[in-house]
């Protein structure tokens, strides 16, 4: 496997256990926003069986820099270990080749749902940072980003990404009874002319899923971003 060097310049606290790593992008390393890659250590010898990790690349093309987002629970494995406490500017991350295809599909559809939970949110930053450069007024966007302990990453982000795109709707939501309320609201007024993205862990995603298909939702119109570890 092809791996890129890929230099840390910035770490960022975003949530009170979720860690934002910023790389410069290495040369000829490409991706599209919502894509995500294999990460390692080059500095570092991982205790764990597994050494390298899959995290969805946050950032979009048009950011710049690459940065993956994660969250590092107070039980945690060896490689979340050095992440915390061991990495620091200036070292390198090895990168693989970019995979995956979550994204919106603006020519089919006139609006969006995004549904994202938690840590789920890194590939819609990235999505919506992308849309924004070059953002289509005519086609909505729904975002209902739910922390059940009301912490979001990011900061300010989405302020700017309000000001860019007048399109987007944004819920940032710790309620679960009121991120539920509104999915049901939403699919029930929409139902088939929207589509329907899902970001979270496993358990989540299929349980909206079929939450939306309950409501009369069709599975083509729903897609997921699994985050298989979670
Ligand atoms: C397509 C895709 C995209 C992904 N994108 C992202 C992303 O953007 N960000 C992201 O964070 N992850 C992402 N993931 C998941 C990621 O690959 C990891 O699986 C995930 O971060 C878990 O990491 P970890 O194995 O180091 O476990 P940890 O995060 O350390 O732990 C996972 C769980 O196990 C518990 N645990 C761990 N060690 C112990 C222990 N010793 N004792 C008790 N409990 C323990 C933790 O408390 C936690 O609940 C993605 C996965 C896929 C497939």
């Given at each position: 496997m092809n791996f890129f060097e890929a230099k840390i310049i910035k770490t960022v606290k975003e949530t009170s256990d979720t860690y934002s790593y910023i790389m410069e992008t290495p040369e000829g390393f490409a991706w599209k926003a919502g894509q995500h890659a294999m990460f390692k250590f080059k500095d570092y010898d991982v205790a764990d069986e597994k050494k390298e990790r899959i995290f969805t690349i946050a950032s979009a093309p048009e950011d710049g820099f690459l940065m993956f987002t994660t969250r590092i629970s107070p039980e945690h494995t060896d490689f979340k270990e050095i992440l915390l406490n061991k990495v620091k500017v200036g070292d390198v991350m090895l990168i693989a080749d970019a995979l995956g295809k979550?994204?919106?599909e603006m020519d089919k559809y006139d609006e969006t749902l995004i549904i994202a939970g938690g840590v789920g949110i890194t590939p819609i930053r990235s999505l919506l940072k992308h849309y924004a450069q070059d953002n289509v007024p005519a086609h909505r966007i729904t975002l209902l980003y739910s922390d059940d302990r009301g912490e979001f990453a990011y900061g300010e982000f989405w302020n700017e990404l309000k000001a860019q795109m007048t399109n987007l709707q944004l819920h940032l939501i710790s309620d679960r009874d009121e991120f539920t309320s509104l999915i049901d609201k939403y699919a029930k007024e929409k139902l088939n002319t929207s589509e329907y993205l899902i970001a979270g862990s496993p358990g989540m995603n299929a349980a909206i899923s079929e939450k939306l298909q309950s409501l009369?939702?069709?599975?083509?119109?729903i897609k997921t971003d699994n985050f298989m570890g979670y």
């Open positions: 979550f994204d919106l009369g939702v069709e599975k083509d119109n």
